[in-house]
């Protein structure tokens, strides 16, 4: 009479050779448990929940940090040049104060308006306009940058006999300005107003900054207004060679009293 080894009792539910808790003899493989499948619709789920949370950082970033911003004219050479990446610090001026020569990133006042821009395809701007507004892709188009030259209530004048400005009566020696370019071939005598300021390109030669715009009010229309500004320029992010911080300028104006 056979003898049965399972040991087991009646109504006991017996384990497959191989599986989990079984005691295998020896050589022998135990079965793998199959692997379990992601759904597709998984997958894009979290695909989507990890795209919204990039772009919500690179909304905060951009908001409230820093944005980058790209260069579209020569007017600021050689300082910076035409496609460079700039890093704007969102920190000036709304939690920090604005200084004379400090180079700034602004909108396109409405004393500057020069009439309607072309327009892109809607489709097109749409598509760029929200990436630029969740800070995937750079800022530029409507904005500008430029050097501040006088602070609000700073008189700025162009030029003493040896072509220099002066700003609040203090001749300034400007190393920023492009080589072979004068501080100013356009004579000017302006105050800057209240909670604005008087800026200038770089590239003296070719830049349609403030005197440009100011005409004859005597720094009225060509003065940016703060709430214009975007914030200060701290460095250049692209090309690769040309990483670099932005320097400082306040030797400059060192000996300039207040207004």
């Known amino acids: 009479m056979t003898k049965d080894r399972s040991n087991s009792q009646p109504g006991e539910a017996q384990q497959a050779p191989g599986s ?18 992601r759904s597709r619709g998984a997958f894009i789920r979290e695909l989507v929940v990890i795209v919204v949370i990039a772009l919500g950082l690179s909304f905060l970033v951009k908001t409230f940090l820093a944005q980058p911003y790209y260069i579209p004219s020569q007017s600021m050479e050689s300082t910076l040049d035409i496609g460079d990446r700039i890093i704007v610090s969102k920190f000036t001026p709304q939690h920090s104060s604005l200084h004379r020569g400090d180079v700034i990133v602004f909108q396109d006042p409405k004393s500057w308006s020069t009439g309607p821009k072309p327009q892109q395809p809607l489709l097109k701007r749409v598509v760029k306009d929200s990436l630029t507004f969740v800070g995937v892709l750079p800022g530029g188009g409507d904005h500008v940058v430029k050097r501040i030259i006088g602070m609000p209530g700073d008189k700025v004048k162009c030029c003493t006999k040896s072509g220099k400005l002066t700003v609040n ?4 020696t400007e190393p920023y300005i492009k ?81």
């Open 169 to 172: 009566g203090v001749e300034i």
């Open 20 to 37: 989990v808790g079984e005691e295998l003899p020896p050589g022998a493989i135990p079965e793998e448990e199959p692997p379990v499948r």
């Open 179 to 259: 080589a072979g370019n004068a501080p100013s071939l356009q004579q000017f005598d302006i105050t800057v107003p209240a909670d604005a300021v008087w800026v200038m390109g770089d590239n003296r030669g070719d830049s349609a900054d403030s005197r440009f715009h100011d005409g004859s009010s005597g720094g009225k229309l060509g003065s940016v207004p703060m709430d214009d500004i975007s914030g200060q320029v701290v460095a250049i992010a692209w090309p690769l060679d040309r990483i670099q911080s932005l320097k400082s300028y306040g030797s400059v104006f060192a000996r300039v009293p207040k207004p």
